[in-house]
């Protein structure tokens, strides 16, 4: 359909934002007016009406290929881990939590976000920390008394709507201009790390519940399956092949590692002897406790709700972080958007999924910080150009370097919206049953492909691997080398505590009070850090995550940088990157570049 | 200690070889004195002519660190297939060859051709083609009566000990100096996949005799001891840390990544209660069955003995390409060799070996493909010079391309005898319990390891990845550019039907024969090929694979070529990359370049 993937091209370009685009801005107001909790609402009416114009658009725009490729990719990198995430809360949280709840609140928070949404970009769903947020919860409620879990988690989110209500309100979004990538860095390796452990995890449970047969054929599975879908999206970021081939190997790469592993694990005879661990599913469409949907809420102590605050506040925290990295991540500045973005509103509509999340006692769903940047790289048409540099060894031997430029991103809401549908297609009684063909050491190998993803490209693995390299074969022009080798160790050593700080808290019962620590690296970068660096230092090192000027247009415009420096400034490593190779395609689970 | 060192290095570059090197030649004779039968021993005296002055350097330049790195590593690459293979034969022969009878043939061969043999380079031991050669005369022979199994084989091995020094005699070792690449390719590869077979056949095994759990684990640890040998090799060859330390991790990637999965095998608890199977082993210095060491082979009917001769005659057609080829693959062009070659001296040591082991009722060792090369590449220092190439960039922007050199090559036959001392040590008791505490899928891990390495560097896959690869990132001075892609392809597919029909006879009981189909892969190239292909066109896609000139010494002089080209005209393809990258480093396993 040539004529209407040209529709979805072109009509961005069409569209202006300037007009709207200087009205929300604190930075210019003086005194008391610069309180943002004395305009109520300001931020999210701006980006209501900085978003509505361009709706009509989020529709027609969507009719082309990369749309069905995107609707696909990201129903499995979405029910994927959200289905893995499930198996650790049913098996940690008394059996409360099951798959007909992930589903459902992952098909809830599709829906809502992709029909009101103002990012219909940010993929919303079941993540690892609410994983961890319930089961902690669980660990200290079943101190008193195991009874009132569901209850209490029902408290908890609704104060944890209330708290997201006053943030948009109050428009308290903007304080993510100020988030770099110190500490999304270190989020994304925490995150990273949390799906790494969570595999192995899976595997163990499979030891224990089903024996060593069954955990062998296992862990074999799992390593297998993390090889194909990573030696399928290799293939899809090289040379070999045509570009269009290989765009549809990687492309497709989750959907056909799972199909062929599930089928292996089938075979009949040794494997299918090894009885090894499927998806536990229940009767379609009914909770997996024997209850009613709606929680009776009404049935708790006055004493608990009140404890029930922190524990909202906290929720609230988690996902003030989570939610905003991964709305930002998903703008983030290699990909050519158009259309701007809108905190406020979408922190708004998130209270009111976690609020009905919780009075029907599912899993509160939250942006994805892996899956969101890899929703709009789906959708982002990529092309593979050929740089000839001429070199010293004359004619023929030109270096033919492949560069990669994102030449346009397909912005829509229409891949989001059949991801939803197809969740809720998933819930029926059919589909549940070919869910229960999975075995779980597909779902541990979609944890390691996804942290790992996480890890691998992460700035902090970068900086290392920069510091193991041979001096000799790094090309002189490399920014990072203006810096002295201890401060690129200082630089990655706090970022490192950090991480591991919040790995060692996950594994405690105190693993509740994580998303403070998170938030806590934000003021440590804007106050310490440039103390202990030069300002040319952190240019180099580091760079705002909300780089993207249709972003920041909803974050009340660029943040006030120390020595008058502007947003321009930072981020020269990655600039010097994608000045070499271009954009890097974001294969499952990579932050960043 | 850099005085010895500093000989070692030095000492080759006094010795001239100018002397000997045009007394041995037919091609200047005329009439009846070219046939080489009429000169009966003329090849080996000039062999030892030749080589005898450079016995004492090669005890005194071996006084250098890296002949303790060659040492270990040729003593676990030698090892651990010969066991592998005995595992395999063990099963398939009755039990007749089993661990001691493998570790008594290697180390007799180690002795025999590092003390007496021309070119101590060249590892001899237990292939995987004499084990296939072993069995299937095993499944041959109990159709009629298993009992005379051993003194079959042994008059199998003296009528090949007789036509091994024959051909010795006769000369006939000249004509490997015809062999190409083209058929030494197709060798490397049938290898690798009988290597590549072998270990699957490993696992299999493991889960008929000893149940799933065990060979699911045994496919674990062979799978995760592929990848850290192939980690660490890659790491070995990569820029990443000082030269000196990944050069470390590569030498002894072997001895780590085993250290490592067999400690891992044994860890107490699950691992441990899985119950996997290890080396079997027998009573120290004893021959597996309860026998004498030495045969009775007057024993047998007069009928059998000439039965043997046709297989005698087969097994000497194996080892004549097979040893030979080893030796050319050791003494590649890309070593920086000094010291001459000897084929007809070594095959009719070869002969006597052969002898030997038949008398013992040892399997009969020969060079091995994959393993010869390693040896070499063992001993050989390396320089990584860094290429700085300015760009139409500018400056800062220069291309920095890593270039490995081989400097100097530590020719000696130290490693070689002290890699047999330690085969012979491992015969003794308290080794052989050592012996029995590896792991089965270590064993299939080996396989996979040295299997893939002939493979993956293979010419014919390097030729296929060219097919591949997307036309505009290929640089423009690329040699095979000048060839049509369907020329290539037909180039390739004879190959591959080659490789495919050796690995299809392999699995009948007609395996026997494969040394035929291999040996006329050589009249095919030289006869049929100049056919269907253009002079230019093989000078791009084959080389000789007997092209360094102190190796061409002892088989007559170069090759007279069709068209008169010179042996300088062949083998572009493989000087455009060595000009680009410098000699690639032979990591177990691969055959060319």
Chains 1, 2 share one sequence.
């Not at 799992?222 to 970021?237: H, N, R, V």
């Not at 560069?403 to 819930?427: K, N």
């Not at 203006?482 to 105190?510: D, E, H």
Request: charged share 15%.
């Amino acid at each position: 359909m040539p004529s209407s993937s040209a529709v979805s091209y072109d009509a961005p370009h069409q569209l202006t934002r300037e007009k709207t685009h200087d009205d929300y801005d604190y930075d210019k107001l003086k005194g008391w007016r610069k309180l943002r909790p004395l305009r109520p609402g300001w931020g999210m009416y701006h980006d209501v009406r900085r978003r509505l114009p361009y709706y009509k658009s989020d529709i027609t725009d969507a009719f082309t290929y990369r749309t069905i490729a995107s609707i696909i990719r990201m129903y499995f990198v979405n029910l994927l881990p959200a289905l893995a995430y499930t198996l650790d809360m049913y098996r940690r949280t008394g059996e409360f939590f099951g798959v007909n709840e992930a589903l459902f609140s992952s098909a809830l928070a599709a829906m809502v976000f992709s029909i009101l949404g103002a990012q219909p970009l940010t993929i919303v769903g079941i993540t690892g920390l609410i994983s961890l947020f319930n089961y902690t919860i669980y660990d200290i409620i079943i101190q008193y008394d195991s009874s009132i879990y569901p209850q209490f988690m029902c408290w908890t989110a609704i104060w944890a709507a209330i708290f997201h209500w006053l943030v948009a309100l109050w428009n308290m979004c903007d304080y993510m201009r100020y988030v770099t990538d110190f500490s999304s860095e270190s989020f994304g390796m925490y995150v990273g790390i949390i799906y790494m452990v969570k595999g192995v995890e899976e595997l163990v449970s499979e030891f224990s519940a089903r024996g060593s047969t069954s955990g062998y054929l296992t862990c074999m599975i799992a390593i297998l399956y993390f090889a194909t879908i990573y030696a399928l999206e290799k293939l899809g970021s090289s040379t070999f092949l045509k570009p269009a081939y290989r765009g549809v190997l990687a492309d497709y790469s989750y959907v056909i590692g799972t199909i062929f592993w599930v089928g292996f694990a089938h075979i009949p005879g040794t494997l299918k002897r090894a009885n090894i661990g499927m998806v536990p599913i229940t009767k379609a469409f009914h909770p997996t406790q024997p209850r009613n949907w709606l929680i009776n809420f009404w049935d708790l102590d006055v004493k608990w709700i009140f404890v029930a605050v922190p524990f909202g506040f906290l929720t609230m925290l988690l996902f003030y972080y989570d939610h905003n990295v991964s709305s930002l991540t998903a703008q983030a500045r290699q990909f050519p958007l158009k259309k701007p973005g809108g905190f406020h509103w979408d922190f708004f509509l998130l209270g009111c999924t976690t609020f009905v999340a919780g009075i029907l006692g599912l899993p509160m769903p939250n942006g994805l910080v892996p899956q969101a940047p890899v929703h709009t790289d789906s959708l982002t048409i990529y092309e593979t150009d050929v740089d000839v540099i001429t070199t010293s060894e004359g004619e023929g031997a030109e270096v033919r370097r492949p560069i990669v430029r994102a030449t346009a991103v397909v912005e829509q809401r229409v891949s989001h919206f059949f991801m939803g549908l197809a969740l809720i297609g998933t819930m029926t009684g059919p589909l549940l049953v070919v869910l229960h063909t999975m075995p779980v050491g597909v779902f541990a190998g979609v944890f390691f492909v996804v942290g790992w993803g996480s890890i691998e490209s992460n700035g902090i693995v970068e900086k290392a691997l920069f510091l193991l390299r041979e001096h000799r074969f790094i090309q002189r022009d490399e920014p990072m080398l203006t810096i002295k080798k201890r401060k690129i160790c200082l630089y990655i050593g706090l970022q490192l505590f950090g991480v591991f700080s919040c790995v060692a808290i996950s594994q405690t019962i105190a693993a509740i009070g994580f998303p403070v620590l998170i938030c806590l690296l934000i003021p440590l970068r804007v106050v310490l850090l440039p103390k202990w660096f030069t300002q040319k230092e952190l240019e180099v090192m580091d760079d705002l995550t909300a780089n993207n000027k249709v972003v920041l247009a909803s974050l009340g415009g660029a943040p006030i940088l120390p020595g008058g420096a502007e947003v321009e400034d930072y981020g020269l490593e990655r600039r010097y990157s994608e000045h070499r190779k271009g954009v890097s395609r974001q294969r499952a689970g990579s932050v960043h570049r």
